[in-house]
């Protein structure tokens, strides 16, 4: 176990709706990202967070939000769904450090839009 | 064009088996590599982490990077069922972000 945990499980909503995703990073880690990974892909790099604060960003339009709090807890909020955004959305935490770049995931968070 | 290429099987073996995994790339900017396998309706579990050409061993397990080619191997030695799973090469550049570039995972099946 990686100590990554995610919230929820699982999510269903419909189009036009907006949702928030959960994760808590492993303890003494300051940075967190998020991917989502659609059926048969690898995971694609939406952003990342260090100290609070965004510090990239993969090809996703604005409706993708992000917020990381003191505790390094984090939030994906995603507004306006469409249904090309079901996938499985992951969370990875890691301490940020030169020359130190191994991410460890939590367990995802499976979205589907109706 | 792909910036990270692989195979996506399913690659079937039987127990026992040497299996080698593979992905290309194209952006050689990247220098960090690494393997996740990743279990039906998980998150990827990290389980090598390389920096530049090389091998690296862990167990049953050898990873290999050959940046003149752009090429990267995962081996797995003794195959066992317990190892079905998606294999998924992942690697960074210096983009000043922790930025994984996924390939699309190879789908293993290793039969009793």
């Known amino acids: 176990e990686t100590g990554v945990t995610q919230s929820p499980t699982h999510l269903i909503k419909t189009r036009g709706q907006q949702v928030t995703l959960r994760c808590s990073s492993q303890?003494?880690?300051?940075?967190v990202s998020w991917y989502q990974q659609a059926l048969g892909q690898g995971p694609q790099f939406i952003f990342q967070?260090?100290?609070?604060?965004?510090?990239g960003r993969g090809n996703f339009p604005p409706r993708f939000s992000g917020l990381q709090f003191p505790n390094y807890s984090s939030e994906l909020n995603v507004n306006a769904l469409e249904l090309d955004d079901s996938a499985l959305y992951l969370c990875?935490?890691?301490?940020?450090?030169?020359?130190?770049?191994?991410?460890?995931f939590g367990p995802g968070t499976r979205l589907t839009v109706l | 064009q792909k910036e990270v290429e692989q195979d996506p099987g399913p690659l079937s073996v039987p127990e026992g088996a040497i299996v080698s995994l593979n992905c290309t790339y194209s952006n050689s900017a990247f220098q960090y590599f690494m393997w996740y396998r990743q279990y039906s309706r998980k998150g990827p579990e990290l389980l090598m982490y390389t920096y530049s050409s090389g091998n690296k061993e862990d167990g049953r397990f050898t990873a290999q990077v050959d940046k003149s080619s752009k090429y990267i191997s995962l081996f797995i030695r003794d195959s066992q069922p317990s190892d079905s799973a998606t294999y998924l090469c992942a690697m960074i550049g210096n983009t000043g972000f922790q930025k994984l570039v996924f390939g699309t995972g190879t789908r293993l099946l290793v039969s009793p």
């Open positions: 990875a935490s890691s301490f940020w450090t030169s020359g130190s770049y191994e991410q460890f």
């Open positions: 303890s003494g880690h300051n940075t």
């Open positions: 967070y260090y100290r609070e604060e965004e510090n």
